[in-house]
């Protein structure tokens, strides 16, 4: 299993607030510990193949030790820029890197017994978190999905280009594989492994503020 941690992707919803990217808060629950680090030394449990895709020349990424980085080209989506990084002959794993994950989400993404495509979420608001809507945290697939995850993916980048629509790629990812329409916010549970705890997407400075684990009670 190879696990690619996305963390190159755009910070303007962020925008610098605290003056590092989101993907390096703070956790105070923690002992202050950045929100990569901490995932990262998480995946080290699970596999000896963990790869971050961070922004290029930006150094504060490369500080943790035991794994791999890699900057890629800027690119369209979290499938794009680890398109070169995907186990040639076993199961990937691919983590949002600015996602708080507890140890059990991990578990849950780790020790999935789907064979095919599948992607880690919550489907609506979290009344844990205060979230006011739904959020993707992870997805997975088998090097035999390789063809048809670009075909999908080429799919979704057109559509997005179009203007058509222009929801995050990785729920449009998910719709493709369920064969729903690309618009609409449905989840097949073939396709789709519900995750609600304090697992969450932190992209705002609000996200941030309240979620429990970067408050010290």
Same mark, same amino acid.
Request: charged share 25%; glycine share 6%.
């Given at each position: 299993?190879?696990?690619?941690?996305?963390?190159?992707?755009?910070?303007?919803?962020?925008?610098?607030?605290?003056?590092?990217?989101?993907?390096?808060?703070? #956790?105070?629950?923690?002992?202050?510990?950045?929100?990569?680090?901490? /995932? !990262?030394?998480?995946?080290?449990?699970? +596999?000896? =193949?963990?790869?971050?895709?961070?922004?290029?020349?930006?150094?504060?990424?490369?500080?943790?030790?035991?794994?791999?980085?890699?900057?890629?080209?800027e690119s369209r989506s979290e499938f794009e820029s680890s398109q070169g990084?995907?186990?040639?002959?076993?199961?990937?794993?691919?983590? #949002?890197?600015?996602?708080?994950?507890?140890?059990?989400?991990?578990? /849950? !993404?780790?020790?999935?017994?789907?064979? +095919?495509? =599948?992607?880690?979420?919550?489907?609506?608001?979290?009344?844990?978190?205060?979230?006011p809507y739904g959020e993707l945290f992870a997805a997975s697939w088998?090097?035999?999905?390789?063809?048809?995850?670009?075909?999908?993916?080429?799919?979704?980048?057109?559509?997005?280009?179009?203007?058509?629509?222009?929801?995050?790629?990785?729920?449009?990812?998910?719709?493709?594989?369920?064969?729903?329409?690309?618009?609409?916010?449905?989840?097949?549970?073939?396709?789709?492994?519900?995750?609600?705890?304090?697992?969450?997407?932190?992209?705002?400075?609000?996200?941030?503020?309240?979620?429990?684990?970067?408050?010290?009670?």
């Amino acid at each position: 299993m190879r696990i690619i941690i996305a963390a190159s992707g755009s910070q303007h919803k962020w925008n610098e607030h605290l003056d590092v990217p989101s993907h390096l808060c703070p #956790l105070t629950r923690h002992g202050g510990i950045p929100l990569l680090h901490r /995932t !990262i030394e998480q995946c080290l449990r699970y +596999s000896d =193949q963990v790869i971050t895709t961070i922004p290029m020349l930006d150094e504060r990424y490369i500080s943790v030790p035991g794994h791999h980085w890699f900057a890629p080209p800027e690119s369209r989506s979290e499938f794009e820029s680890s398109q070169g990084l995907w186990h040639e002959s076993g199961r990937t794993v691919l983590l #949002l890197g600015d996602v708080y994950f507890t140890d059990e989400a991990l578990d /849950t !993404i780790m020790w999935s017994k789907s064979k +095919s495509y =599948q992607a880690f979420g919550r489907y609506k608001a979290s009344e844990i978190t205060g979230t006011p809507y739904g959020e993707l945290f992870a997805a997975s697939w088998w090097s035999s999905d390789h063809y048809e995850l670009l075909r999908k993916m080429d799919l979704v980048h057109e559509t997005r280009a179009s203007g058509r629509i222009t929801r995050p790629p990785g729920w449009m990812m998910l719709r493709a594989w369920q064969g729903t329409p690309l618009s609409k916010h449905l989840v097949d549970p073939r396709w789709f492994t519900e995750i609600n705890d304090e697992t969450d997407d932190i992209d705002f400075p609000a996200d941030y503020d309240r979620h429990p684990a970067t408050r010290s009670n």
